[in-house]
């Protein structure tokens, strides 16, 4: 079955204590991204990889690292968590950007609810 | 920057209504535009796109045209059932990166 699989779905967690969420597609996509969601503000763009040698900044990647050393996974690292970073978040993967489309949609995770107390 | 505004909900409609929901953008270039849903608990899913001024992305009943001279992609339907109630994410693709809306929820009534 095609999906992208995020971990932890849930986690709980302090200020300051690093964290990794995990994202893991098995389509052989090109690009994957990273968002979070949040009430009133819709999704944000973190970062986005356009392929495993190109990875670049979304709107709002402050506090946040990525890799690509593989083409199917895309971590997010949090180094040091802090109380405006709880939020949904999803990752996302499609072929490339310019096949995206009905036929090979971006395929989204089905979220990790962070809280950072 | 590129930014998207898409008018606020919650839409409240009864079933066989028809439903639009306005979108609007700021660009530089020639962005792909973009209709996301989500329903409850779940990621979003792409429900059409357009990638050039005059196109028209239509898919399960929703239509929308992109009008370069309005910097426009409203999103209508013309007869929703209860099962179309989710949140609706108008978005725009510059290069790699998207810029989404705040989403609309709508809701459909029996």
């Known amino acids: 079955e095609a999906q992208v699989t995020q971990n932890p779905r849930y986690l709980i967690t302090v200020t300051g204590k690093k964290l990794t969420v995990t994202c893991s597609q098995n389509?052989?996509?090109?690009?994957m991204s990273w968002y979070r969601q949040d009430p009133g503000l819709g999704l944000r763009q973190i970062y986005y990889s356009m392929n495993v040698e190109v990875t670049d900044k979304g709107d709002v990647p402050e506090g946040y690292k990525v890799s690509r050393k593989e083409k199917r996974n895309f971590p997010l690292i949090l180094e040091s968590p802090s109380p405006n970073q709880t939020s949904l978040y999803f990752c996302a993967s499609s072929p490339d950007i310019y096949r995206q489309g009905i036929n090979q949609p971006q395929h989204f995770g089905d979220g990790t609810r962070l809280s950072i107390l | 920057g590129n930014s998207v505004t898409q008018m606020e909900g919650p839409v409240t409609l009864s079933e066989e209504a028809f439903l639009t929901i306005n979108c609007t953008y700021t660009a530089t270039g020639y962005p792909s535009l973009f209709w996301y849903v989500q329903y409850p608990g779940e990621g979003l899913q792409l429900l059409l796109k357009a990638t050039k001024a005059d196109d028209k992305g239509s898919n399960k009943g929703f239509e929308a045209t992109y009008r370069k001279e309005t910097t426009s992609f409203h999103l209508e339907k013309g007869s929703v059932q209860v099962s179309d109630s989710a949140v609706y994410f108008c978005?725009?693709?510059?290069?790699?990166?998207?810029?989404f809306g705040a989403g609309t929820q709508v809701v459909v009534t029996p």
């Open positions: 978005a725009l693709r510059g290069w790699g990166k998207f810029q």
């Open positions: 389509m052989n996509h090109e690009y």
